[in-house]
């Protein structure tokens, strides 16, 4: 097996049927072919069937895909690495970033820097906390922007950004009747009960057990994976989503919204969410990249207490 035949296999995936690889990668069929041949005499087993449709993996090829662009993009990793060893002002930075820090001021920052070093080529893998967690640990990225709570593994650095918690983000209607009797004011949990709510997945066994706790009953009335699939059904009245403060930011890119909305604190604020960022610290970091881990490590503390101050 080499890496020739993993990326002829990889290709042929990604393109559907061999002739399409083929043509990508300026080869016959026949040839290619022979390469999956010899990799599956190899491995004594098929990776894929052909159909009229194109190509259906077996189970074999499945996990085969999966392993070749890992070894593929360490391949890659490994080469951009060592081009931009010592250069500040070029190579390729590959971070991670989940949805609730898209649209917050950390993206200005590295939008910013990237506009004074046109040079650096950022590789960004956006995806929930713990996936880009086991992007880390398979070096797939340098470095990662995500939200507590998580299981810290002691090969890696935790540096706090921002402190912050999960509001209540819905339109109006189901708000109304809350105890609060100033406008926008906190709503207490116990409020939340006959609420229906939208929460991300890696929230919910929190959730959950803060109102079992409670003695509180509650309604689930959606669970995804992505901070602003929350954000849009609760702005199309499914429910109140429970959001990271600093997501709300996502308000900001709304020209016009087709009913009213608030955003509300919950009283005693349960559940903390703080903004970090996680790097390997035996790993080698691209002079670039360090550069870019300075800004953002300096750039959005207070330094009282670490609060958030996005906006």
Request: charged share 20%; with cysteine; glycine share 6%.
């Amino acid at each position: 097996m080499n890496i020739k035949q993993l990326y002829y296999f990889v290709t042929i995936v990604d393109e559907g049927t061999i002739s399409k690889a083929a043509k990508k990668l300026f080869m016959t069929q026949p040839p290619l072919s022979s390469q999956i041949k010899s990799l599956e005499d190899e491995l004594n087993c098929v990776l894929f069937t052909r159909t009229s449709h194109g190509i259906t993996l077996t189970e074999q090829g499945k996990i085969l895909y999966q392993r070749a662009v890992s070894v593929l993009n360490l391949l890659s990793t490994a080469k951009e690495t060592i081009a931009g060893v010592g250069e500040e002002s070029a190579g390729v930075i590959r971070l991670g970033v989940t949805s609730s820090v898209a649209a917050t001021k950390i993206m200005s920052s590295i939008a910013d820097f990237s506009q004074k070093n046109p040079a650096v080529q950022i590789n960004m893998n956006e995806a929930d906390t713990y996936t880009l967690i086991e992007q880390l640990r398979s070096n797939e990225i340098q470095f990662c922007i995500i939200r507590t709570p998580f299981f810290l593994d002691e090969k890696f650095t935790s540096i706090p950004i921002a402190k912050g918690s999960l509001v209540a983000f819905g339109q109006s209607d189901f708000f109304r009747g809350s105890l609060s009797t100033e406008e926008h004011g906190a709503i207490l949990l116990k409020e939340l009960s006959n609420i229906p709510l939208i929460v991300y997945r890696r929230w919910e066994r929190i959730v959950k057990s803060t109102f079992e706790q409670n003695g509180i009953k509650y309604n689930i009335r959606c669970i995804n994976n992505d901070a602003r699939t929350a954000w849009f059904l609760a702005q199309k009245g499914m429910g109140v989503a429970l959001l990271p403060s600093s997501g709300i930011a996502l308000l900001d890119h709304v020209t016009a919204l087709e009913s009213e909305c608030e955003v509300r604190e919950i009283e005693g604020s349960p559940w903390d969410t703080d903004i970090v960022i996680l790097y390997d610290r035996s790993a080698y970091l691209p002079a670039c990249s360090r550069k870019l881990l300075q800004i953002l490590t300096t750039a959005f503390i207070d330094p009282k207490d670490k609060s958030e101050v996005f906006f």
